[in-house]
């Protein structure tokens, strides 16, 4: 709306005269004049030519409607305050260009002063009240110094405003740049990273960027410097010396910079200093188009001291990361290593590769006589001796405690060359030591899934040679794996079975040969699946033992008998005695005994109607602890029968020495009453308990025949389907009733 140029400006008399125009290099304040009145434009312009407000020249913005307005501002910012008409080409024009600016342009630093020739139009209370403007002003009132007043105050007003936001978004960025190098690898892209962040924070370009990093120089006391990441019109200087950068004004920062371990700041760049705990120190050239801000230097300090530690960090991770994927004492790949490596070959697709696992036979021995400090001097040795027979077209790496994992070309790998690189002894600390190995080895054809299912498959192979054919190789087949995965599977359901209460007990009957008199049980354990399928005990029982399960299972085993016995003792059914199977896991267990004690206690059952089944396998696998325990439960009053006896090959002259009542002959020795060779190994074992004075049963006695000839041999007792089938408890009731 037009008013006279008189009403616009008073005059006044002013002291201060007009400053020098600014200089092409400073920032200016962008002033946006929207106003329908060219008059008004021009005026103001007049009135504010060669002003400067905190020390930048005034930069203004012409536009003389809402629409032209719109536009212009659509490729605009930075704008600092806006000098905005209420009535251009509709009364409302000013006031729905506030709504424009703040709500879609979302412009909530810029300062808007309204100023009008019609208050009418647009009450000052309403305008406060209902829009998002900082300032009000009647044309009429606004003198130059006025004006001048008004500007200062919003411009003040605005850069306030964008510091503290500048601040917040600095920090913001310092704590995202932070987390950024922590997942960075090496000091390249470290610095690289640097470079990105600090033209992020100061709001200039990554352009004429330098980052160099200290190297000791031997020839004279003055370290050489080494630029390791550049970016823009330093994009040349990549790994070049400082002293080769050919610009003394850069070269002369640098040096000064990373020998004085300080910042340094100028009109037009800056070097930043940056170094951690025991780093070789870090710095920074950076080409500035303006002068910074004190918001700038304050966030510059606290991201350099922020970067010394990402240097720490750094050093830390690398250190970690040697750590995590080489082995510490012998400085080969470890496990994660040879992982990532089988991964490559896999996804490469290599043809003819062989990955080969080789154990030193009884390390643990070699630990234990000859010392930890000899087993790594061993060790040492394997591992020079694999480097220099195998060279670098076969990867070598240390997978566990003294097994080595071997990568490469199947005619590389051959099992016989292996073997040979332990034909000779390995020399150290002035002995000769000879090795034995087992090897386990597996071909990456066929391989799609990730590199660890290659390692433990070839893991299966090595336990089966360790296991079957010491000193020699085994190379996995489907088939292995196929077997290991059903054992697998087979325990799982196990533990399932067991936790889910699906395992119970079965009792067959054992009788006196002579007189047919029921003299005692023989608790035994049964599975059923879901679907009715019954499991058998020889299936599941190595099972348990190997998984540790069999703990929990023999304990449950051994109290669910004692409370049957009871109360068949109470409902006077029960015969002399329980006998109950103990696995060598269960006699191990430094608490067995008393396990044994309290089961007894809690049921109630007196100890000599309870008898321990022990396989010969327990009683040779450690001898004194053996003979020790099984004292102590003979003086408890527990019958000790050794069951499955002829089987285990036992040292006679120690079996003479234990307090055993009662040896049982295996169902293998009975099942040879059919053959044409006869009972001859039952009539040995009868004959050898009658000589010790011990009692001998039988099991799988399923005949008359088997009956009479035990019982003609001078076998005691017996059991078998043919005397009595496993019954469950209610079953067992019921045949035991009939008996009387």
Partial sequence: MAIDDDDLFIEEDLDESPLSAPSHRQRSWKIAIVDDDDDVHKTTCFALQYTQILNRPLEFIHTYSKEETRRVFATESDIAVVLLDVVMETEHAGLELVSYIRDELRWHDTRIILRTGQPG??????????????????????????????????????????????????????????ASFTVEHGIDAFAAGVITQIAALCGVPPEGLLCAQGEPFESNHRQQFNVIASAGQYSRLMNCAIDDIGDKKIEDALHYVLTNRESLFSEHHMTLY????????????????????????????????????????????????????????????????????????????????????????????????????????????VADRLRTDLGDEIFLARISGDVFGLLGHQSQLLPEKIKQLFSSPFIFDDTAHAVSTSTGMVELAGYETDGAEALKDASIALKRSKIYQRGSYTLFTRKMGLEIRERATLMQHLHEAFDAERLFLMYQPQIDLSTKRFIGLEALIRWRTDDGQMIPPNDFIPLAEYSGLIISLGAWVLRTACFLMVRLQQAGLAPERMAVNVSVVQFRQDDFVENVRKALADSGLRPDSLELEITESVTMASASMFESR???????????????????????????????????????????????????????????????????????????????ILKAMGCNEGQGFFLGKPMSEDVLLEWVKARI
């Avoid at 089987?647 to 003479?656: A, M, N, P």
């Fill in 274 to 381: 940056f170094s951690g705990r025991g780093n070789r120190p870090l710095a920074a050239y950076i080409d500035l188009p303006y002068a910074l801000s004190e918001i700038n230097h304050h966030l510059l300090e606290v991201f350099c001291s922020n970067i010394g530690v990402c240097l720490d960090n750094l050093s830390l991770v690398n250190q970690l990361k040697n750590h995590a994927y080489r082995d510490q004492l012998l400085m080969l790949p470890n496990r994660l290593t040879f992982i990532d490596h089988i991964n490559e070959l896999i996804k490469n697709k290599v043809p003819q590769q062989m990955l080969a696992l080789i154990d030193i036979d009884d390390f643990a021995e070699i630990n234990d006589v000859l010392g930890h400090h000899y087993g790594d001097l061993l060790l040492q040795a």
């Fill in 630 to 708: 099984l004292h102590d439960l003979k003086k408890m009053g527990i019958h000790i029968a050794i069951d499955d006896f002829g089987t285990g090959f036992s040292s006679l002259s120690y079996l003479d020495k234990l307090p055993v009542d009662r040896l049982k002959i295996d169902r293998a020795f009975v099942q040879q009453i059919d053959t044409p060779t006869g009972p001859r190994i039952a009539e040995l074992i009868t004959q050898l308990g009658k000589k010790l004075g011990l009692k001998v049963i039988a099991e799988g006695i399923e005949t008359q025949t088997h009956w009479d």
């Fill in 121 to 178: 139009y647009a009450p000052e209370e309403d305008a406060i009240r209902d829009y998002d403007i900082n300032d009000y002003k009647t044309k009429n009132e606004l003198t130059r110094k006025k004006l001048l007043t008004s500007l200062t105050a919003a411009i003040r007003s605005y850069d306030q405003i964008r510091t503290i936001d500048a601040s917040r978004r600095g920090l913001h960025q310092i704590i995202m740049s932070s």
